[in-house]
């Protein structure tokens, strides 16, 4: 079992939709977790870091956390084509090293 | 700043081959890394180091080497390149290495060993 699991996709949506990404993961260790904007052929950024449970909004994303049920998940409201790149979740607990899920590939279409 | 800079950008390499993947930050960062992507598999930590002369194993270490004499530059050695190292490769640095410390990215190097 991966110790974290990201479901790659792709996911195609309409411009202004609601879009919804998450992972989930098995090492209850893990406090720290973060979601990663990667462009195509680019490296990933850092878009969202959200530590424990709880939720934490940055305008359009909003970044949840449920540690009881080992879940995480990223909103991003009124989506635009801008928005077109894969969003990669990482975690860490107090090691600092990270664990990447997979990518999930999002497409908004115009 | 240039953040974090890779060269070169694209590689084919010749089974057998030998190369070195380029590192450079300049936002005085203590800690840099270099993983690696492959399609659908997200990123996987191949060495990283915590400093000017010190260097430590990631989870996929064999068939490549690394040095840091500087705190500026990271190198990525790859010796008797084989198809199983086809990837894409990122450095990335961060001033520590906390759980809620960013890692910032360089833009890869593809990197086609055939």
């Known amino acids: 079992q991966k110790e974290v699991e990201q479901d790659p996709g792709p996911l195609s949506v309409p411009e202004g939709a609601i879009v919804s990404l998450n992972c989930t993961y098995s090492?209850?260790?893990?406090?720290?977790f973060m979601w990663y904007r990667q462009y195509s052929r680019k490296g990933p950024e850092l878009l969202m870091y959200t530590y424990s449970s709880g939720n934490k909004e940055d305008g359009r994303f909003t970044a949840q956390v449920d540690k009881s049920s080992k879940y995480i998940s990223l909103f991003i409201r009124d989506s635009q084509p801008s928005d077109s790149a894969t969003y990669l979740c990482?975690?860490?607990?107090?090691?600092?090293?990270?664990?990447f899920g997979q990518g999930t590939t999002l497409q908004v279409k115009p | 700043n240039a953040g974090v800079t890779q060269t070169p950008k694209f590689r084919i390499l010749k089974i057998g081959q030998s190369m070195t993947l380029q590192c450079a930050q300049d936002?005085?960062?203590?800690?840099m890394y270099w993983y690696r992507q492959d399609p659908g598999m997200g990123l996987k930590l191949i060495y990283y180091?915590?400093?000017?002369?010190?260097?430590d194993k990631g989870e996929v270490p064999n068939g490549y080497n690394v040095s840091r004499s500087t705190t500026e530059d990271f190198p990525l050695r790859l010796e008797l390149a084989a198809p199983s190292q086809t990837s894409v490769y990122f450095c990335?640095?961060?001033?520590?290495?906390?759980?809620?410390?960013?890692?910032?990215f360089g833009p890869g190097t593809r990197l086609l060993v055939l």
């Open positions: 990335a640095s961060s001033l520590q290495r906390g759980g809620g410390e960013t890692q910032y």
């Open positions: 936002m005085n960062h203590n800690y």
């Open positions: 090492n209850s260790a893990f406090q720290y």
């Open positions: 990482a975690m860490t607990g107090n090691t600092g090293k990270l664990i």
């Open positions: 180091s915590v400093g000017a002369g010190i260097t």
